[in-house]
Each structure stands twice: as structure tokens, then as C-alpha cells.
């Protein structure tokens, strides 16, 4: 039995005075420009939580802590690649006036309601990204207390 090229990767569905945080960035398979939630993958000896927080900060310049999680969705890509998504909720009170992506792979930041999302003349990047907004529409929240600490093997 073979295993699945498997990705764990973090999302962060941010919502601010009605609408939704999205990038602008261009898609590695496709070379199409397409919208995502500020995502990535987990890096090697991180925690998710450490690694949403991380992928906030890069792909937007916010400093912001997760409210609640939504679960795990999962995809198998085009590209035979099998990932595991765990989606954040982020609902500040207040943001910065002035904040910007320190990645340079993201080309700009969207605010969308959800109807303008579905009408934007962009693409999504995967169906997860619809999928984690209509979770938070439903009020799918999970505390972050169910997401447990790091537990390491002492044996």
C-alpha cells in the first residue's frame, strides 16, 4: 500500500464589518492570478495555531490571534497531492489603519462580502475557500480548546 503525498496546511477565514480578508495571488500549477484566505502549510516543528498566526502575518502584515476554528476540510488536487486543511476564524473588533503583505507572492488584499466573492472576476484558488466561509456563515465555531497542546513522545 503506498501513502498519499499528504500537505497539512492552516487557513484563516478573517471577517471584518461584513466582509471577508482575501489574497490576490497567483496559482503554481495554473500561472492564473486567484483569490485565497491568507493559507499555508505548517512548517516543520510548528503548531497549527503558531502557523495560521504566521501565515496571517506574512501574507497580510496582521497580528492577530485566532477566536475559533472551523474544523478540517480536505482536497485531492488536480495534482494528485492529498491536503488537509485546518480553517481559522478570525473576527476582529478593530484593525490597524495601515497593514500590507510581507510576502511578495501575494499581489494585493481583497475585502468581499460573500456575494462579491462569488461574482469577482477572479477565481478561488480551490473550492475550500467557499467552503470555509459558508462553515463560518453557518456559525460551524469550534472552541480553540479542542485543538490540544503539542505532546511529545518521551519513550
Do not use: C
Not at 80 to 107: E, S
Amino acid at each position: 500500500m503506498s501513502r498519499p503525498l499528504l500537505h497539512l496546511t492552516v487557513a484563516a477565514v478573517l471577517y471584518f464589518q461584513g466582509r471577508y480578508l482575501l489574497v490576490e495571488e497567483k496559482d503554481k500549477n495554473s500561472g492564473l492570478l486567484v483569490l485565497n484566505q491568507p493559507a499555508g502549510h505548517v512548517e516543520e516543528q510548528e503548531d497549527v495555531v503558531s502557523a495560521i498566526k504566521r501565515e496571517l502575518w506574512e501574507e497580510t502584515g496582521l497580528d492577530l490571534a485566532p477566536d475559533a476554528w472551523l474544523g478540517i476540510s480536505q482536497l485531492k488536487a488536480a495534482n494528485d497531492h492529498f491536503y488537509v486543511r485546518v480553517n481559522f476564524v478570525f473576527t476582529p473588533a478593530t484593525l490597524p489603519t495601515h497593514y500590507q503583505p510581507q510576502d511578495d507572492d501575494i499581489r494585493a488584499l481583497h475585502w468581499l462580502t460573500l456575494e462579491e466573492l462569488r461574482t469577482h472576476a477572479l477565481p478561488v484558488r480551490s473550492p475550500l475557500v467557499l467552503d470555509a466561509i459558508t462553515q463560518f456563515e453557518q456559525n460551524q465555531l469550534l472552541p480553540l480548546s479542542q485543538i490540544r497542546n503539542v505532546v511529545t513522545d518521551s519513550l
